[in-house]
């Protein structure tokens, strides 16, 4: 969907705020919702991928929101829509906050060691399978003009631009996880050709798939 | 962890009330045990992080070979030196020169190299730096105090699909006279993403 996080070339958001900046979770309920988010997508509890539910939070909600907030708000729809839980439940228990009262102390050190092994776990080769693909490096590719309502990751920004294919590393289901894989190509712009002739000189590469290319 | 629900400074935001609440749930109901989400908190915190990228810059510095390694394949680069995982499953390094300078950005949300760098600092999730670094990145990067001549390309990678991005940053002049480890002291998080030089 073209939502608000497509936010590649927008005005307004003034400088870039940099504090405490070392920190990975300025605090505990941060990691919480990263911890949860990991543990409900692994374990099946959560449906969907966190990003598509991110990007449909509200525009005025998502962009007041932090980071750990919109994922908060994407790991609770992915737990609404999975049956794990239901609204009423939560709400109810943000009304009347209490520890689990019942299995708080168990644990579960066989899953925490699989979980934890997949997340650090060096894959033998790089992702990416090796599809046909109809461009090659070095060929002038167009975005297409498009307004696709689904989970897509094409930004806007570069749309009607004309780059080249710099490189192919290779075929991977579409973001809204389209099987089988596609071909996806990075790609090459001047920064004149997306922002105009007063743009700042440079290049801008972006890895694009080929169903955004003609 | 039992501390979340003890003794707090201020009061709880309603997104830290509904977190506890859903824990609590999961926990209460069976589906899930903290001990799994403590260990994923842990492992972000403890073990993965930019000191692993630092280990692999510095290795390039010292190696030539295992730099051509690194430049051609990083995915498998990095995993000889014992780094992988979720978020490097295709990795790619980009290598600074004299007359090439690199910076990395994901505009739609925060993709980012986890195996090498951790998750990211607040800073690259802001709105800020996501809608400038693809528009204006010598701006922005004047503001982290990066100064970037002019005869030097900026190239910007705006990660958006499946390939995670990290900057190979120049090596210091005395790179010879120093240790690995040495070296390794010397590369920063900000190095690796591109908003230092």
Known sequence: MDGVHDMGGMHGFGEVERKDDATVFHEPWEGRTFGLMIATGATGLRSGSIRPGIEAIDPATYLGSSYFERWARSVESGLLDAGSLTSAEINDRVASPEPPRAHQDDTNPELARRLIGALVDRPREPSGDDVPGHFAVGDSVTVKRMAPAGHHRCPRYVRGATGTVTRLPGGWPHADDDEPPEATYTVRFAMTDLWGSDAEPGWLYIDLWERYLA | ?197
Request: aromatic share 6%.
């Open chain 2, 1 to 197: 962890m039992s501390e979340t629900h003890g003794h707090h400074p201020k009061p709880k935001t309603p997104t830290e009330q509904r977190v506890e609440a859903i824990e609590a749930l999961l926990v209460e109901r069976g589906l899930i045990t903290s001990d799994v989400v403590d260990a994923i908190v842990e492992t972000y915190e403890r073990d993965v992080g930019p000191m692993n990228g630092a280990r692999v810059v510095a290795r390039a510095w010292a190696d030539p070979e295992y730099r051509a390694r690194l430049l051609d394949d990083g995915t498998r680069a990095v995993g000889e030196l014992g780094f992988g995982g979720a978020e490097g499953e295709h990795l790619v390094v980009l290598e600074n020169t004299e007359d090439v300078h690199n910076v990395v950005v994901c505009t739609l949300c925060s993709c980012y190299p986890w195996p090498v760098l951790g998750l990211p600092p607040q800073w690259y999730k802001s709105s800020a730096y996501r809608s400038r670094m693809v528009r204006e990145p010598r701006a922005v990067l004047d503001e982290f105090g990066t100064s970037v001549a002019d005869d030097v390309e900026l190239r910007v990678w705006d990660s958006s699909a499946e390939v995670r991005y990290m900057v190979l940053p120049l090596a210091p002049d005395d790179v010879t006279d120093r240790s690995e480890d040495e070296l390794a002291g010397l590369v920063t998080r900000d190095h690796m993403i591109g908003v230092v030089r």
